[in-house]
């Protein structure tokens, strides 16, 4: 009889059930089958005549099983791993609005930039000068030629100041001017042109409120963060940090704007910039959904002037007048002249200055009622009339001098230079 492992198996002896075994899966007619039919136990094993002596049958059963189940695996593997390859995860469904807010903030990011505010100081020890930041905040590339705009506030009182764009670039910056007044500064960088890319500018004249409007800045050192609102109110106003001189025409938003924001870009839902972030309404400091931006069309006249001259020239009357609640204790509507330098534009046309004679009794100066006909109720109004005018420009100022009125011509003159 031919001994081989196949004939082993064919010829073992039955087992105690009828119904066989197979090892290997049957997918064709073709396939080969190993049918088992060895004893269930070591004892029928040892008193089987057709085993040699030294043959282990459980053993030998389970090497074959292993083998088959291992040569069944390799047979699959292929198909699992060609399965496993082919397998792509399903792509993220986002709405029209959802696509459109997406692309907006991938289109404009790369202009958006953190501004870091460095000052000098001392150590109180060792007494060495260190350089440590002591602010932050946010600005916007304007053109190619490396011009940064941001907010004053944002760069007040920096020894030196550094900007890092989208890509994590840093650069030293010099501040070109800037406007206290509108809380506008225009800073330069030299950086390579194919790094800047210059935000699109739109215009703020034909905003409505209710529109969509979206916020990129670097709120809490946290760069490049997205908010989203709606315009809330418009021409509201505001006063300058710095002067606290008013800023008209401001844009309210319910935008999340916090600390960092400031310098930061307003974008309408086309990606053009229509406003700077600016300030929070906040008992708190953190955003309470009133956020105030500059008009985009405020910002546009005074970057051009400072990037031309590095300074703004507005025209001013030359006066320091009294705080509006304390006109309103007097019972009187308009603004107190409390100093009119000699050597300014009003004291050069004969404003009087508020003044004590000599028995210390205060005397008024004179109160301004109106400007070229326009109403003057308090410092806002002045303000607001003076934004129309120009250097130059010869106004007509109505005031209040004891019990009469009087008219007297004043030429405006440039503000000072500031430093």
Same mark, same amino acid.
């Given at each position: 009889?031919?001994?081989?492992?196949?004939?082993?198996?064919?010829?073992? &002896? =039955?087992?105690? /059930?009828?119904? *066989?075994?197979? +090892?290997?899966?049957?997918?064709?007619?073709? #396939? %080969?089958?190993? !049918?088992?039919?060895?004893?269930?136990?070591?004892?029928?094993?040892?008193?089987?005549?057709?085993? &040699? =002596?030294?043959? /282990?049958?459980? *053993?030998?059963? +389970?090497?074959?099983?292993?083998?088959?189940? #291992? %040569?069944?695996? !390799?047979?699959?593997?292929?198909?699992?791993?060609?399965?496993?390859?082919?397998?792509?995860?399903? &792509?993220?469904?986002?709405?029209?609005?959802?696509?459109?807010?997406?692309?907006?903030?991938?289109?404009?990011?790369?202009?958006?930039?953190?501004?870091?505010?460095?000052?000098?100081?001392?150590?109180?020890?060792?007494?060495?000068?260190?350089?440590?930041?002591?602010?932050?905040?946010?600005?916007?590339?304007?053109?190619?030629?490396?011009?940064?705009?941001?907010?004053?506030?944002?760069?007040?009182?920096?020894?030196?100041?550094?900007?890092?764009?989208?890509?994590?670039?840093?650069?030293?910056?010099?501040?070109?001017?800037?406007?206290?007044?509108?809380?506008?500064?225009?800073?330069?960088?030299?950086?390579?042109?194919?790094?800047?890319?210059?935000?699109?500018?739109?215009?703020?004249?034909?905003?409505?409120?209710?529109?969509?409007?979206?916020?990129?800045?670097?709120?809490?050192?946290?760069?490049?963060?997205?908010?989203?609102?709606?315009?809330?109110?418009?021409?509201?106003?505001?006063?300058?940090?710095?002067?606290?001189?008013?800023?008209?025409?401001?844009?309210?938003?319910?935008?999340?704007?916090?600390?960092?924001?400031?310098?930061?870009?307003?974008?309408?839902?086309?990606?053009?910039?229509?406003?700077?972030?600016?300030?929070?309404?906040?008992?708190?400091?953190?955003?309470?959904?009133?956020?105030?931006?500059?008009?985009?069309?405020?910002?546009?006249?005074?970057?051009?002037?400072?990037?031309?001259?590095?300074?703004?020239?507005?025209?001013?009357?030359?006066?320091?007048?009294?705080?509006?609640?304390?006109?309103?204790?007097?019972?009187?509507?308009?603004?107190?002249?409390?100093?009119?330098?000699?050597?300014?534009?009003?004291?050069?046309?004969?404003?009087?200055?508020?003044?004590?004679?000599?028995?210390?009794?205060?005397?008024?100066?004179?109160?301004?009622?109106?400007?070229?006909?326009?109403?003057?109720?308090?410092?806002?109004?002045?303000?607001?009339?003076?934004?129309?005018?120009?250097?130059?420009?010869?106004?007509?100022?109505?005031?209040?001098?004891?019990?009469?009125?009087?008219?007297?011509?004043?030429?405006?003159?440039?503000?000072?230079?500031?430093?």
């Amino acid at each position: 009889m031919a001994t081989s492992c196949s004939t082993l198996f064919l010829h073992s &002896p =039955p087992l105690r /059930s009828s119904s *066989p075994i197979s +090892l290997f899966p049957l997918r064709s007619k073709r #396939s %080969f089958r190993i !049918f088992s039919k060895l004893p269930l136990n070591d004892n029928e094993d040892h008193d089987n005549p057709l085993l &040699p =002596p030294f043959f /282990s049958v459980k *053993p030998f059963f +389970l090497l074959c099983t292993s083998v088959a189940l #291992s %040569f069944s695996l !390799f047979a699959v593997s292929p198909a699992i791993e060609s399965a496993s390859a082919f397998v792509v995860a399903t &792509p993220r469904k986002l709405q029209t609005d959802e696509l459109a807010t997406v692309r907006l903030f991938q289109e404009n990011t790369p202009s958006v930039v953190y501004i870091t505010n460095l000052a000098v100081r001392q150590d109180a020890f060792t007494l060495d000068v260190l350089e440590v930041p002591q602010g932050s905040g946010s600005g916007f590339v304007w053109d190619k030629q490396g011009h940064i705009v941001t907010n004053y506030h944002v760069i007040r009182g920096a020894s030196d100041l550094r900007v890092t764009l989208a890509d994590q670039s840093t650069y030293d910056a010099k501040v070109v001017g800037f406007d206290q007044d509108k809380d506008v500064a225009v800073l330069h960088i030299d950086a390579p042109n194919k790094k800047l890319r210059p935000i699109p500018v739109g215009v703020s004249a034909d905003l409505l409120v209710g529109q969509k409007v979206f916020a990129i800045g670097n709120p809490f050192g946290l760069d490049h963060t997205l908010t989203t609102g709606v315009i809330s109110g418009l021409r509201r106003e505001i006063s300058s940090a710095a002067t606290g001189r008013p800023i008209q025409d401001v844009i309210q938003t319910d935008a999340a704007i916090n600390p960092g924001n400031s310098g930061g870009p307003l974008l309408d839902s086309s990606g053009t910039l229509i406003g700077i972030n600016t300030a929070i309404y906040s008992p708190s400091g953190a955003s309470s959904g009133v956020g105030f931006s500059i008009p985009v069309d405020t910002v546009g006249g005074i970057v051009d002037q400072l990037v031309r001259f590095g300074k703004v020239t507005r025209p001013i009357l030359g006066i320091k007048f009294a705080p509006d609640q304390s006109v309103e204790q007097l019972g009187v509507s308009g603004v107190l002249v409390l100093d009119a330098p000699p050597s300014g534009p009003a004291g050069k046309a004969g404003l009087q200055s508020t003044k004590r004679d000599g028995y210390g009794r205060l005397i008024l100066g004179d109160i301004i009622t109106s400007v070229n006909g326009t109403k003057v109720s308090n410092g806002s109004d002045l303000y607001r009339i003076l934004d129309q005018c120009k250097v130059g420009d010869e106004v007509s100022v109505e005031v209040l001098r004891g019990d009469h009125k009087e008219k007297i011509s004043v030429t405006l003159e440039p503000k000072p230079d500031e430093s």
